[in-house]
């Protein structure tokens, strides 16, 4: 069955640090991978997206990701950190000919001002 | 444009009662998601619909759990008997197009199993 990664639970860092979560997966096949954040209070929306084409993919506010496929991984990453940057981060797959969906245990990101 | 609406945002039942949720999607999106989501663990997928059609329910356990989305718009979970194991945060998602599409969330309903 299909798994996803997401090593780092509980991530602290001041402002203007850079950033790097991880995130893994273990399907072989043809990916689609997925980033969503929670922000305090609201609900999961969409951070950015990997289909096919350039790996390297750019999201809302700041934030890339980058797809390795020899590495099984799509990690997401932003040089520079805000205080509004505090949220839980998921990553999400989705793999299969019924393109179903694993979502990561998720990493909270909190950010010291 | 309204998002996802679920109803309702908390609900603190006895086991062994029976409890629904109600989920109304964004508008025009024909795939609908429902999700599990315990504590510190990311959002599990319970039951996925294409219009009316549940198209992947592996994951619901179906002794206690069904679901129903009459006309492909809205959809209704229900759990009957709960059990104290089903205190979670139930999430529902609409995609305006089958996976993958990015999917939008509602507030989703805490379930406290007393």
């Known amino acids: 069955a299909q798994s996803v990664s997401q090593h780092n639970h509980h991530v602290i860092l001041s402002e203007a640090a850079s950033l790097e979560l991880g995130c893994n997966y273990s399907?072989?096949?043809?990916?689609?991978l997925f980033w969503y954040v929670q922000y305090p209070g609201q609900h999961l929306q969409l951070l950015l997206k990997?289909?096919?084409?350039?790996?390297l993919v750019k999201g809302i506010k700041g934030f890339e990701a980058e797809f390795i496929k020899s590495k099984f991984s799509f990690n997401l990453r932003k040089p520079s950190v805000q205080w509004s940057d505090t949220a839980e981060y998921f990553c999400?797959?989705?793999?299969?000919?019924?393109?179903?969906?694993?979502f990561g245990t998720g990493t909270k990101l909190q950010v010291i001002p | 444009e309204a998002g996802v609406v679920q109803s309702p945002r908390y609900k603190i039942i006895e086991k062994k009662q029976p409890v629904a949720f109600w989920c109304n999607p964004i508008?025009?999106?024909?795939?609908l998601y429902w999700y599990l989501q315990n504590l510190g663990q990311g959002p599990e997928l319970l039951i996925r619909?294409?219009?009316?059609?549940?198209?992947?329910d592996s994951q619901l356990p179906k002794d206690r759990f069904s679901a129903e989305r009459l006309k492909g718009v809205d959809s209704t979970l229900k759990i009957q008997p709960a059990e104290l194991g089903d205190s979670a945060v139930y999430l529902c998602?609409?995609?305006?197009?089958?996976?993958?599409?990015?999917?939008?969330f509602g507030p989703g309903t805490r379930l406290t199993v007393l």
């Open positions: 998602a609409s995609s305006s197009r089958a996976p993958p599409d990015t999917q939008y």
């Open positions: 399907y072989g096949g043809t990916v689609n």
């Open positions: 990997y289909f096919s084409g350039d790996p």
């Open positions: 999400a797959v989705h793999s299969g000919g019924y393109q179903k969906v694993t």
């Open positions: 508008s025009g999106h024909n795939t």
């Open positions: 619909y294409e219009n009316e059609e549940a198209v992947d």
